[in-house]
């Protein structure tokens, strides 16, 4: 499956969604989901984002194409800087709880496991975008 998520931006501080279901349910993510048939990445990315956060975004560079075998999915997922443009942050869909955190702040979260692993690297100062695999072995 092709599931796309952005990691929106507010100053120093980054969006994340406690997930309400599975893959990954009760653990904090990036937002974000799968791409509907016939549908563009940058659409998806902002209706998405807009059905589990309340804010409108605009889509900016590719960040991270993370490939993921969890839970009986097997996702290959491209993951986008974004920037907020409107709407009211809420929980909403797929998300139990939505935050705006501090790198540091994150790494302390129960991650995803491509979440923290995404996180880490960027405070490393990885150059984007980031590759990562989680396809057990």
């Known amino acids: ?51 589990e956060t309340g804010l409108k975004v605009k889509v900016g560079e590719l960040l991270c194409v993370v490939e993921s075998l969890s839970e009986g999915y097997h996702y290959v997922i491209l993951d986008f800087w974004a920037e907020p443009v409107g709407g009211q942050l809420r929980s909403a869909s797929d998300a139990k709880e939505v935050a705006f955190f501090s790198i540091d702040e994150a790494l302390k979260l129960d991650s995803t496991k491509t979440t923290g692993e995404l996180l880490r690297r960027l405070k490393a100062g990885e150059r984007t975008p980031i590759f990562i695999s989680a396809l057990g072995g």
């Open 1 to 51: 499956m092709v599931a796309v998520g952005a990691l929106v931006k507010l100053g120093d501080k980054v969006l994340l969604v406690k997930r309400a279901h599975a893959p990954n349910m009760g653990l904090w993510a990036i937002p974000g989901g799968k791409v509907e048939h016939g549908e563009s990445l940058t659409h998806a990315v902002v209706r998405e984002l807009e059905e």
